[in-house]
């Protein structure tokens, strides 16, 4: 292995053209130049300097070494440049997991303000949390941005630590002509309707299936869709009623209003990441940005209509 201090003396040296230059250079002593190049040579078994008078110069065999070490040195001090913006968070790929409607939202304008104001840069995926835990425990992903509700905590796995981005009211939607629509809405007042939910396997489906229960009775599911703004639609439609998260309210449709249950729920919303990557600067960076653009956005979202 070339050592690396006497190859940046050897291309000073083809930089410089005198041992006193590049001894001033490095602050040390013209000997100590001398003796070093003198190791190299002796390292390499090739005659890279020669005597041309008083002055040493180089010979063909330590142009080209000095040429390839001008290339080495380049290298190292862009890898240098690179590793301090690391460490201070301004540079890096990472693979950040998001369910739909924080990637549509706050995770979008955390996407933004990195591109703008960092060299951070992101790949998006947009599982649902428990696939997203999984594909950090697996290393398919480096940041998640995961969810849970009041009544349906969820336990980040071992080797997974999380932090609270933000916490949100999730709303009763209702046909605002229907005679159980008020600012304020008893659900076990709703056991006689159709619902509109997610699909059973899914943490949102949960939390609608635990909240019914808990006022006495099972929802009657009618229609299924993952997607809350179809789900605001067909509430529109009077298929039903529903609960929805604010963050997945992008405007209400005509003729639906938002009600707060009597007995509250919210949607927490956490980012999540490995262990090993506490301390990280581009984690840390995107989890502050991530907690700053959610924040936003809960604070813009829909509230309930009387």
Same mark, same amino acid.
């Given at each position: 292995?070339?050592?690396?201090?006497?190859?940046?003396?050897?291309?000073?040296?083809?930089?410089?053209?005198?041992?006193?230059?590049?001894?001033?250079?490095?602050?040390?002593?013209?000997?100590?130049?001398?003796?070093? $190049? !003198?190791? *190299?040579?002796?390292?390499?078994? @090739?005659?890279?300097?020669?005597?041309?008078? %008083? /002055? &040493?110069?180089?010979?063909?065999?330590?142009?080209?070494?000095?040429?390839?070490?001008?290339?080495?040195?380049?290298?190292?001090?862009?890898?240098?440049?690179?590793?301090?913006?690391?460490?201070?968070?301004?540079?890096?790929?990472?693979?950040?997991?998001?369910?739909?409607?924080?990637?549509?939202?706050?995770?979008?304008?955390?996407?933004?303000?990195?591109?703008?104001?960092?060299?951070?840069?992101?790949?998006?995926?947009?599982?649902?949390?428990?696939?997203?835990?999984?594909?950090? $425990? !697996?290393? *398919?992903?480096?940041?998640?941005? @995961?969810?849970?509700?009041?009544?349906?905590? %969820? /336990? &980040?796995?071992?080797?997974?630590?999380?932090?609270?981005?933000?916490?949100?009211?999730?709303?009763?939607?209702?046909?605002?002509?229907?005679?159980?629509?008020?600012?304020?809405?008893?659900?076990?007042?709703?056991?006689?309707?159709?619902?509109?939910?997610?699909?059973?396997?899914?943490?949102?489906?949960?939390?609608?299936?635990?909240?019914?229960?808990?006022?006495?009775?099972?929802?009657?599911?009618?229609?299924?869709?993952?997607?809350?703004?179809?789900?605001?639609?067909?509430?529109?439609?009077?298929?039903?009623?529903?609960?929805?998260?604010?963050?997945?309210?992008?405007?209400?449709?005509?003729?639906?209003?938002?009600?707060?249950?009597?007995?509250?729920?919210?949607?927490?919303?956490?980012?999540?990441?490995?262990?090993?990557?506490?301390?990280?600067?581009?984690?840390?960076?995107?989890?502050?940005?991530?907690?700053?653009?959610?924040?936003?956005?809960?604070?813009?979202?829909?509230?309930?209509?009387?």
């Amino acid at each position: 292995m070339i050592d690396v201090r006497k190859l940046r003396m050897l291309a000073d040296l083809d930089r410089l053209g005198t041992i006193a230059a590049v001894a001033e250079e490095l602050q040390l002593t013209a000997p100590g130049i001398s003796m070093q $190049l !003198s190791a *190299l040579e002796k390292e390499l078994g @090739v005659t890279l300097t020669e005597r041309q008078g %008083r /002055r &040493l110069a180089l010979t063909p065999a330590g142009r080209m070494l000095a040429e390839h070490g001008r290339d080495v040195l380049d290298r190292l001090s862009l890898a240098e440049l690179e590793v301090e913006s690391l460490r201070l968070g301004r540079a890096g790929t990472y693979r950040l997991a998001a369910f739909p409607s924080a990637a549509r939202t706050f995770v979008a304008d955390t996407w933004r303000h990195l591109s703008e104001h960092s060299g951070i840069q992101l790949n998006l995926s947009t599982p649902e949390p428990a696939e997203a835990l999984a594909n950090l $425990l !697996s290393g *398919l992903s480096d940041v998640a941005v @995961v969810h849970s509700y009041s009544n349906v905590p %969820r /336990r &980040l796995p071992d080797g997974i630590v999380g932090r609270r981005l933000v916490s949100e009211r999730v709303w009763l939607a209702i046909r605002a002509d229907d005679d159980a629509a008020a600012p304020m809405v008893d659900i076990a007042d709703l056991s006689e309707h159709s619902w509109v939910a997610p699909q059973a396997d899914l943490t949102c489906y949960e939390m609608v299936d635990r909240a019914c229960g808990l006022a006495g009775f099972r929802p009657r599911v009618v229609a299924e869709s993952v997607d809350f703004a179809a789900q605001l639609e067909l509430v529109a439609a009077g298929a039903g009623v529903a609960l929805v998260p604010g963050l997945t309210v992008p405007s209400v449709p005509e003729g639906v209003t938002l009600c707060a249950p009597t007995l509250p729920l919210q949607r927490h919303i956490d980012v999540a990441y490995r262990s090993s990557l506490r301390g990280d600067a581009g984690v840390e960076r995107i989890a502050e940005v991530l907690a700053a653009t959610a924040k936003d956005h809960v604070r813009r979202t829909p509230t309930a209509h009387a």
